[in-house]
């Protein structure tokens, strides 16, 4: 959980900074640049969640030479993936740009500062492979050190970018581009010093052979389809925002923060089910996968239960703090009861996501992401579009508290009754 909200806390910190410029134009242009960045960056974040399940599953049956191969795997399609989004990225900026039409005056602050971000794809996506490995093994102090770095850094770079020099969006850009180089260096030195006598010859010679990318690659393209189908509602969040003025825009960029750091908090839970259960399943012990999913569920509700405490004793002050803009701060106070509905809705969709990538079954996640947006997410925003920023609102709310409700079955069909492992084992 640590390690998690963290990112958020980078997030808010870039959005405090940017809301008390003397234009909302710089905030609304990372909204927008970042919620294009999520489909080139986090759209990849199978990187993280299918190498985590592989390795869970190899060290619970004592196999930990096969989860550092794992990683090496993960680590070479992670820079395989950021050549070509350097290659590609003119066209794809073009497309992207294209789907979510800024407005005229967002689009060359949001252009540039993707641009400048995008140099860091290589170091993302290998950092992305390294905390999955490390999460798979339950290793959560590493990735905590490695994220935490990270964001200070982050941060302090804001300050002297934006404040300093008067880079603006652009330096909130370049800030993260350094931060994440430094994150991604102090991540291979932590696999270093964690396995100092691993056979790294051995796993060197046996990284070119096509076919043992076969597991990985299956289970990362369910995981590419259900990411890519959670962005797509982000990003339509943010477009459909941007379409009723910039005022709301900027004023949804501060609440998704928000959402955000819930959303990253909850997640530690998540994270910790990766962990137990896909190594419960690798040794076979279906009475401590059950222990792990209930335990984790229980303090994710409670936590889920907090974070909306929280939300509603801020409901005043943190508008006040995140943004001057006087007209943004009351437009988020007009919609923060759709904020405090957010933890619980969406807090059994992040539980169930980590077991089922601790167990590495990744379809059921894809098919009821994509049903949660079809059947949920587009039919009620178009049936309460005339409400406004109110409707999009709904109809985001309700799409999340889908997504668990549609994950469940698929969880009771496989582990809640008295059947067997399924051969999921091994």
Not at 149 to 164: A, E, H, K, Q
Not at 385 to 394: T, V
Not at 399 to 411: D, E, I, M, S, V
């Amino acid at each position: 959980m640590l390690s998690n909200i963290s990112i958020p806390l980078l997030g808010l910190a870039d959005a405090a900074i940017l809301g008390h410029l003397d234009s909302p134009l710089y905030l609304g242009a990372v909204a927008i640049g970042g919620a294009l960045l999520a489909f080139l960056y986090w759209g990849f974040g199978f990187l993280r969640m299918g190498t985590t399940g592989l390795v869970a599953r190899a060290v619970g049956a004592g196999r930990e030479q096969e989860a550092l191969l794992v990683l090496a795997r993960s680590a070479v399609l992670a820079l395989v993936i950021a050549a070509m989004l350097l290659t590609l990225h003119p066209l794809l900026l073009a497309a992207g740009f294209a789907l979510m039409a800024p407005a005229s005056d967002i689009l060359p602050l949001a252009d540039s500062y993707v641009r400048i971000r995008l140099y860091s794809a290589p170091a993302v996506l290998v950092t992305y492979a390294v905390v999955g490995w490390c999460i798979g093994r339950q290793d959560t102090r590493r990735p905590l050190l490695i994220v935490i770095s990270t964001n200070v850094l982050n941060i302090l770079l804001d300050l002297f970018f934006i404040l300093g020099l008067g880079l603006n969006s652009d330096g909130a850009a370049l800030a993260t581009v350094i931060a994440e180089y430094s994150g991604c260096a102090l991540a291979l030195w932590q696999v270093w010093l964690a396995l100092p006598e691993a056979r790294w010859r051995e796993i060197a010679r046996q990284l070119w052979r096509p076919a043992d990318y076969h597991e990985l690659l299956r289970s990362n393209w369910h995981l590419f389809v259900r990411t890519i189908c959670l962005l797509a509602g982000f990003a339509f969040f943010t477009a459909a925002g941007d379409k009723l003025g910039s005022t709301v825009l900027a004023a949804n960029a501060l609440m998704l923060q928000l959402l955000m750091f819930c959303a990253h908090a909850l997640d530690g839970f998540a994270f910790a089910a990766e962990g137990l259960t896909g190594q419960r399943l690798g040794g076979g012990d279906r009475a401590g996968f059950q222990a792990a999913v209930k335990r984790c569920a229980l303090w994710c509700g409670v936590t889920a239960v907090l974070l909306t405490l929280l939300l509603w004793l801020g409901g005043y002050f943190l508008p006040q703090w995140l943004t001057a803009l006087e007209m943004v701060r009351e437009t988020m106070r007009a919609h923060w009861p759709w904020l405090l509905l957010m933890p619980l809705a969406a807090g059994p969709s992040y539980l169930l996501d980590g077991v089922f990538i601790g167990a590495a079954e990744t379809r059921p996640m894809m098919v009821t992401m994509l049903v949660s947006a079809v059947l949920v997410y587009l039919p009620v925003w178009y049936l309460s579009r005339d409400w406004g920023n109110h409707g999009l609102w709904l109809a985001f709310v309700l799409f999340n508290a889908a997504r668990g409700a549609t994950l469940y079955p698929a969880y009771r069909r496989r582990w809640g009754g008295k059947q067997s492992l399924r051969g999921i084992t091994g």
